[in-house]
């Protein structure tokens, strides 16, 4: 069974221009969640949806960043306009259930923002 | 807000010796606790989760503990192998969100 498929796995551009990445989740999963890893801030929570609605978007740190889920097999996070201090790994996740059931994490996005 | 410890940051073993990797956090009314192996360039696998009513979980040589009331989790790898190098991050579910600790980077040497 294929776990949780992102894209692009590295993404290298200018500051100002819009990114956008992908993830596909593990199929049946009814929860997407979207991190974000940086030395200085370790893991961190941006977005989790629930049957492709956005439950919680607390954690998306400014209005330059935004993320969909059109369909349970298809979610994007996009940054327009991008800023060097964006550069992280990003993170999609995928799990059955809310909190009996592991989180399956894709291999992540490596952002650099120049 | 949940904050999450993990004590120490990094450690080496030669092979064979038992691991122990420590975690804390401050708000007790969690959900789950979660353990997870990151290696560089890769993302996380799910190694253990411990749902607040239970005291342990255990797969093969891991062995995780809960101790809810303190704040403390403990997770126990068995006569360590250099595959097992790796960074391992404690992760607890309150409010159905997770909040990861900054992880411990484990060398095991052959």
């Known amino acids: ?114 | 807000k949940q904050e999450v410890t993990q004590i120490p940051a990094a450690l080496s073993v030669p092979e064979g010796e038992n691991l122990v990797l420590n975690c804390s956090f401050t708000d007790s009314a969690i959900y789950n606790l979660q353990w997870f192996r990151q290696d560089p360039g890769k993302g996380l696998t799910s190694l253990l989760l411990i749902q607040s009513s239970q005291r342990e979980q255990t797969s093969g040589r891991l062995n995780a503990s809960l101790d809810k009331s303190s704040g403390r989790s403990t997770l126990y790898i068995a006569a360590s192998q250099p595959g097992d190098s790796a960074t391992y991050l404690c992760a607890v579910m309150d409010d159905y969100k997770l909040s990861f600790g900054a992880g411990t980077t484990v060398t095991v040497r052959a």
């Open chain 1, 1 to 114: 069974d294929a776990g949780v498929i992102q894209s692009p796995r590295h993404e290298v551009t200018e500051m100002g221009q819009e990114v956008t990445l992908r993830c596909k989740p593990i199929s049946g999963h009814d929860y997407l969640f979207w991190y974000r890893q940086t030395m200085m801030r370790g893991l961190e929570l941006l977005i989790y949806f629930n049957n492709n609605v956005p439950i919680d978007d607390s954690g998306m740190p400014e209005d330059r960043f935004s993320a969909k889920m059109p369909n349970a097999s298809f979610s994007t996070l996009k940054i327009q306009p991008s800023e060097p201090r964006d550069s992280a790994v990003y993170f999609c996740a995928s799990s059955y259930g809310r909190s009996n059931q592991p989180q399956h994490f894709g291999d992540g996005t490596r952002l650099s923002i120049l």
